[in-house]
């Protein structure tokens, strides 16, 4: 049997745009994909801690140190630039696999949604 298991999390980071005329998905600094380890096109679950709202899509990679966190199309109408949000992506695995298996959880600075060092 597989589960579904949390794989990879960008934890509290600042929505800065929200575009509702374009066709989908969540725009995200391809640096910040690349520390967490989530692929460009790759479905995400993404929870709005200012509403509540939670929501999933897919990542297209923005402006490489730009920060930039952007939902766009009807996802916009869920968030509000300046909104803190959790991004995260889960993997189908064993049980076995899943036991000693660790997310990657990156903490960007939500000030800038750049990687801290």
């Known amino acids: 049997m597989l589960i579904q298991v949390l794989k990879s999390k960008i934890h509290r980071v600042t929505v800065t745009e929200a575009r509702l005329d374009y066709i989908g998905s969540i725009t995200i600094d391809p640096l910040l994909l690349e520390a967490a ?26 402006e490489p140190g730009s920060g930039v966190i952007c939902l766009n199309g009807a996802a916009a109408r869920r968030v509000q630039p300046g909104d803190i949000v959790i991004i995260m992506a889960y993997a189908l695995m064993t049980q076995e696999e899943a036991r000693d298996f660790k997310p990657k959880v990156i903490f960007p600075d939500t000030a800038t949604n750049l990687l801290r060092n």
């Open 37 to 62: 380890g989530i692929m460009e096109g790759e479905r995400v679950f993404i929870v709005n801690n200012n509403n509540g709202e939670r929501l999933d899509t897919y990542t297209i990679a923005g």
